[in-house]
């Protein structure tokens, strides 16, 4: 059983910076695919980031580009995103999410496992 646990959120300053955590188990995840999305009130969960666990490939949504970076540490079975110049609008809840037969899929409705959240919130 896979399971993923996040960590990291917070409470940040606009222009700051957070990384956040996921700790993944349970399954040996070379084949997978880890996302990294979001959901803010009242509005649907969307894609962030994704990376292939095998070759490193990494995806983005454009309203992250340049700023965040996902990356994984195979001897830690963890994934990161590290975020940078952080706005106001990306305060959400940010899920860390799992996929084994979409490789380098950016659609939440591929990804089968997901972790509990990890709050970010960016305000003055």
């Known amino acids: 059983q896979v399971r993923m646990v996040e960590s990291g959120g917070g409470l940040v300053q606009p222009g700051g910076s957070l990384r956040l955590s996921c700790a993944a188990s349970?399954?040996?995840?070379?084949?997978?695919?880890m996302g990294w999305f979001r959901q803010a009130p009242g509005k649907e969960r969307e894609f962030v980031a994704a990376v292939r666990w095998s070759i490193g490939n990494t995806y983005y949504a454009d309203s992250v580009k340049g700023r965040f970076t996902i990356s994984r540490d195979n001897a830690k079975n963890t994934v990161y995103l590290q975020m940078n110049a952080l706005k106001p609008e990306d305060t959400a809840g940010y899920y860390c999410?799992?996929?084994?037969?979409?490789?380098?899929?950016?659609?939440?409705?591929?990804?089968?496992?997901w972790g509990q959240g990890t709050q970010v919130t960016v305000s003055s």
């Open positions: 999410a799992a996929t084994l037969y979409a490789l380098g899929s950016t659609d939440r409705s591929d990804f089968g496992s």
């Open positions: 349970g399954r040996t995840f070379t084949s997978y695919t």
